[in-house]
Every structure is written in structure tokens, then in C-alpha cells.
């Protein structure tokens, strides 16, 4: 590593004079900032640089966005623009690139099959997340989801309407239930189930995956496995005669198709057996009618994880309702990254990074949101109606860390030396976790 005879001699007496313990050589070896020819002074000369070539940076993007530079004299899909102001022009605090964080369902292939659609959000085109897909879906009343299971757990909120789902344990065990709007279920790997709309039309929900990469498509359906199963092995299997065999085969994929409506829940479930046959295990929660784990006058949160819902394991999740000018207070989650549905209103949410990077993005209903794990972040009411999105964890609780909370649990002198904040002024900072702080 090579130094001018000026630099050394400045490192040196800084060595020398600010800190004779830190930078003392001994037998055992060089200090690390002396063998790196770097001591204090130098550090925070470097600091100082960097700080007003950052303060720089931000001054002149301002200035740039308020002439000619940030103008655009050629062609602009306006539309998309309008959907997304910080994208297109942002904050002067935004630098660097952290990846996508944004994407929509509303720019997703749509299939259509008489019954309902899907469409989803995985891996594929928002390739940031790794650990959660979602999936979208409707089915007319009657309509099924056919009876299939797949390589993820299954999380699922009821954005409309009413179905009939079920679920067998491996025992043999069955559980059977209706959910109607803002209830869950849960369906772990490999455990087949299914859903039906009902009356008065059908139902619309999301589905989410503890894996990145997971494609509706890939699911392992009951018509698949019959359709590819040899003739004389399904007569064997289910003790069936050949004649009986040939017509059990509708059609090689079903997926999404249109039934008769069900017998009612009761009926439904004397006919497989009653109680003796029942899952212990509950795989629905109605989170419609829980009293909000936190309120405040900008809102509320509900948080869903195995703690009050046991079967979700792998996924926890928050409902977020923030009210016009309402923040979701500055935190991160140390445990899992963030997937985000949004569900109403419009926001806008800064993601800050280590090594300086950080990206604003604006969110609308149909919206997906990506923020990578332990990054800081923040979501802001910015319309003019309530704004309501799901966070989601693939964690088995629900874990976050307010950034206003942890400055008053250090030290006040602490905050004062990184901040520059007297203690008056380090009081006013909320002491507790507020989730929601009004605008």
C-alpha cells in the first residue's frame, strides 16, 4: 500500500497524539488502522469528505430537479408515470441501485378458464424475492380449485365473496370450513385441499408461497395424477372394474372448472364420517373479527403468526391500515425479508440499505412491494382514503424493530454524539413500538 511522505507523517503524528492505546504497536503485531496507514484523524477526514461529497450529491440533485435536467422532451408512458412519481423522479435522499422492489399484478398473464382466473407474482419478475410468490384467483360460485397439494406451505386472505375449503391430514383426519371476507386459511406442504366458491358469486383471494420460485402452474393435480396413471393400476388401486375406470378420466388438467354448488357445511361433514374424522388441527382464522393488535390514531395493525394461528409455521403476516398522512413508523425486520400486498389507497415507502442505497417506490391497490431483510423502511399514507396492505414474513413470527424505539433505549448521550440532539429534543422521540403514527 503505497502513501506520500506527507500523509504518512500526518497519520503518524495523528497516531501518536489521538490514540497512543488503539494504534500502539506491540510484539503481537500493528494495530489494524496502522497497519492500514489510517488513523482517527485520517478516519473521520475521509468521513467528512464523504459526508459533503454526499451533501453535494443531494443539492445538486435538487437543483436539478427544479431546471431543465430532470425534463424528458421525448416520449413518456404518462399513465404509469402518474401511477409512480418517485420512480420517475426521485427524492434527492434516493442513491444507488438495491434492485426491484415493485411490481403488479395488473401487469401479470391473467389465465382464464370458465370457473375463474389467476394470475401471480413469484421470482420470475420480481426476482428480489427468493422467499415469498403470491397468487391471485377468482371462482364463480360453484367453481373449483381442483383437489391438488404442492412443494409449499399455502397462505391464504379472502379479499371477496365466500368459499368452501378442505384440507386431509396425512392420518386421514379432514378438516372442512367456510371463510368469507378477510379470513385465512392455512395448507401446509403436501397436504391436499381444495376450494370451492359459493353463493351469491364466488370469491376472489390471495394466495402466498413460502417459496420465491413457486408457479401455480407447478401444483400436483388429482386430474394429472389420474390421467397419467395406468388403466389397470387405477382398476387395481380403487378396486374398480375396467369398464367403471374409463370414464373417471374427465380431462387431463381441470385446475379451474365450474361444479354444482355443495350440500351444506353440516351435510358435508356427516358425509365423510363426522367427528370420528375430524382435524384437530383448525386451518382457518377469522382475522375479520380480531381486536387489532395495535391501534393508534393512524391506524391499526393486525399481526397473524404461529403464535395466535399455530399452523403457520413458515408464514406470518400483518394487516396494515394506515390512515391519510398516517406513517408505518421507520423499522426492519431482523428475521425475514418483507413481501408486500397491497389492498387500498396508495402509498409511498423508502428502502434504506447499507453502503448508502436507497430507493422510494409508490404503491396502489393490486400492488406487490419488496423490502429485503434488515433494510429500514417506512410506508406513508400519501392519498386520500384509508391505505391497506399485508406484510409478509416467511418466518414463523412476526418480528420487527422500531427504529424510534431502540434511540431511547440507548443511552441519551449516545443519540446526542450520533445526532446531534439535546435530551429535550430526544425526549419527544416515541419511547414505544407505535407500529402506526398518525400524519
Same mark, same amino acid.
Given at each position: 500500500?503505497?502513501?506520500?511522505?506527507?500523509?504518512?507523517? &500526518?497519520?503518524?503524528?495523528?497516531?501518536? *497524539?489521538?490514540?497512543?492505546?488503539?494504534?500502539? =504497536?506491540?510484539?503481537? %503485531?500493528?494495530?489494524?488502522? *496502522?497497519?492500514?496507514?489510517?488513523?482517527?484523524?485520517?478516519?473521520?477526514?475521509?468521513?467528512?469528505?464523504?459526508? *459533503?461529497?454526499?451533501?453535494?450529491?443531494?443539492?445538486?440533485?435538487?437543483?436539478?430537479?427544479?431546471?431543465?435536467?430532470?425534463?424528458?422532451? %421525448?416520449?413518456?408512458?404518462?399513465?404509469?408515470?402518474?401511477?409512480?412519481?418517485? &420512480? @420517475?423522479?426521485?427524492?434527492? =435522499?434516493?442513491? %444507488?441501485?438495491?434492485?426491484?422492489?415493485?411490481?403488479?399484478?395488473?401487469?401479470?398473464?391473467?389465465?382464464?378458464?370458465?370457473?375463474?382466473?389467476?394470475?401471480?407474482?413469484?421470482?420470475?419478475?420480481?426476482?428480489?424475492?427468493?422467499?415469498?410468490?403470491?397468487?391471485?384467483?377468482?371462482? *364463480?360460485?360453484?367453481?373449483?380449485?381442483?383437489?391438488?397439494?404442492?412443494?409449499?406451505?399455502?397462505?391464504?386472505?379472502?379479499?371477496?365473496?365466500?368459499?368452501?375449503?378442505?384440507?386431509?391430514?396425512?392420518?386421514?383426519?379432514?378438516?372442512?370450513?367456510?371463510?368469507?371476507?378477510?379470513?385465512?386459511?392455512?395448507?401446509?406442504?403436501?397436504?391436499?385441499?381444495?376450494?370451492?366458491? +359459493?353463493?351469491?358469486? %364466488?370469491?376472489?383471494?390471495?394466495?402466498?408461497?413460502?417459496?420465491?420460485?413457486?408457479?401455480?402452474?407447478?401444483?400436483?393435480?388429482? /386430474?394429472?395424477?389420474?390421467?397419467?396413471?395406468?388403466?389397470?393400476?387405477?382398476?387395481?388401486?380403487?378396486?374398480? @372394474?375396467?369398464?367403471?375406470?374409463?370414464?373417471?378420466?374427465?380431462?387431463?388438467?381441470?385446475?379451474?372448472?365450474?361444479?354444482? +354448488?355443495?350440500?351444506?357445511?353440516?351435510?358435508?361433514?356427516?358425509?365423510?364420517?363426522?367427528?370420528?374424522?375430524?382435524?384437530?388441527?383448525?386451518?382457518?382464522?377469522?382475522?375479520?373479527?380480531?381486536?387489532? =393488535?395495535?391501534?393508534?390514531?393512524?391506524?391499526?395493525?393486525?399481526?397473524?403468526?404461529?403464535?395466535?394461528?399455530?399452523?403457520?409455521?413458515?408464514?406470518?403476516?400483518?394487516?396494515?391500515?394506515?390512515?391519510?398522512?398516517?406513517?408505518?413508523?421507520?423499522?426492519?425486520?431482523?428475521?425475514? /425479508?418483507?413481501?408486500?400486498?397491497? +389492498?387500498?389507497?396508495?402509498?409511498?415507502?423508502?428502502?434504506?440499505?447499507?453502503?448508502?442505497?436507497?430507493?422510494?417506490?409508490?404503491?396502489?391497490? @393490486?400492488?406487490?412491494?419488496?423490502?429485503?431483510?434488515?433494510?429500514?423502511?417506512?410506508?406513508?399514507?400519501?392519498?386520500?382514503?384509508?391505505?391497506?396492505?399485508?406484510?409478509?414474513?416467511?418466518?414463523?413470527?412476526?418480528?420487527?424493530?422500531?427504529?424510534?424505539?431502540?434511540?431511547?433505549?440507548?443511552?441519551?448521550?449516545?443519540?446526542?454524539?450520533?445526532?446531534?440532539?439535546?435530551?429535550?429534543?430526544?425526549?419527544?422521540?416515541? /419511547?414505544?413500538?407505535?407500529?402506526?403514527?398518525?400524519?
Amino acid at each position: 500500500m503505497s502513501e506520500t511522505n506527507e500523509t504518512k507523517s &500526518s497519520t503518524e503524528a495523528s497516531n501518536k *497524539t489521538s490514540e497512543p492505546q488503539e494504534d500502539k =504497536t506491540s510484539a503481537e %503485531g500493528l494495530s489494524r488502522r *496502522t497497519f492500514l496507514g489510517v488513523g482517527s484523524a485520517g478516519l473521520a477526514t475521509a468521513n467528512l469528505v464523504a459526508l *459533503t461529497a454526499h451533501a453535494q450529491e443531494v443539492q445538486d440533485t435538487r437543483k436539478a430537479e427544479k431546471d431543465i435536467s430532470a425534463s424528458n422532451p %421525448g416520449q413518456e408512458n404518462k399513465p404509469l408515470l402518474e401511477e409512480n412519481p418517485s &420512480s @420517475n423522479t426521485p427524492p434527492p =435522499t434516493d442513491h %444507488g441501485d438495491i434492485g426491484p422492489v415493485w411490481y403488479s399484478f395488473d401487469l401479470t398473464h391473467k389465465r382464464v378458464q370458465e370457473g375463474g382466473w389467476t394470475h401471480e407474482v413469484n421470482s420470475k419478475v420480481l426476482p428480489t424475492s427468493k422467499d415469498l410468490a403470491g397468487v391471485n384467483m377468482r371462482l *364463480t360460485a360453484g367453481s373449483f380449485r381442483e383437489l391438488h397439494w404442492h412443494t409449499a406451505d399455502e397462505w391464504a386472505i379472502m379479499l371477496y365473496g365466500n368459499a368452501r375449503v378442505t384440507v386431509m391430514n396425512p392420518d386421514g383426519t379432514m378438516f372442512i370450513d367456510e371463510v368469507g371476507e378477510g379470513d385465512l386459511w392455512l395448507f401446509p406442504a403436501g397436504f391436499p385441499h381444495s376450494i370451492q366458491g +359459493l353463493q351469491p358469486n %364466488g370469491c376472489e383471494f390471495l394466495l402466498v408461497f413460502d417459496e420465491g420460485d413457486f408457479s401455480e402452474d407447478g401444483t400436483f393435480l388429482l /386430474s394429472e395424477t389420474i390421467a397419467h396413471t395406468p388403466r389397470n393400476i387405477l382398476a387395481k388401486n380403487f378396486r374398480l @372394474n375396467k369398464e367403471t375406470i374409463t370414464k373417471v378420466v374427465k380431462s387431463p388438467e381441470l385446475y379451474i372448472f365450474p361444479a354444482k +354448488l355443495p350440500l351444506s357445511l353440516a351435510q358435508d361433514k356427516a358425509a365423510i364420517g363426522g367427528r370420528p374424522v375430524a382435524s384437530p388441527i383448525q386451518y382457518t382464522f377469522k382475522m375479520s373479527s380480531m381486536v387489532p =393488535t395495535r391501534k393508534t390514531p393512524g391506524g391499526e395493525v393486525r399481526i397473524v403468526d404461529s403464535r395466535n394461528f399455530p399452523p403457520t409455521k413458515h408464514i406470518a403476516a400483518a394487516l396494515v391500515t394506515l390512515k391519510p398522512g398516517a406513517l408505518r413508523e421507520l423499522h426492519w425486520h431482523p428475521n425475514a /425479508s418483507e413481501w408486500q400486498f397491497w +389492498l387500498a389507497g396508495r402509498g409511498r415507502m423508502t428502502i434504506i440499505m447499507n453502503e448508502g442505497k436507497a430507493r422510494t417506490m409508490d404503491f396502489n391497490a @393490486n400492488d406487490v412491494g419488496f423490502v429485503p431483510r434488515v433494510a429500514t423502511h417506512y410506508i406513508e399514507n400519501t392519498g386520500n382514503s384509508d391505505a391497506v396492505f399485508l406484510e409478509m414474513l416467511k418466518a414463523d413470527q412476526f418480528v420487527d424493530v422500531s427504529l424510534n424505539q431502540w434511540l431511547r433505549r440507548v443511552p441519551p448521550e449516545a443519540v446526542t454524539a450520533h445526532m446531534n440532539l439535546d435530551q429535550q429534543e430526544i425526549a419527544k422521540i416515541p /419511547s414505544q413500538k407505535e407500529l402506526v403514527i398518525a400524519g
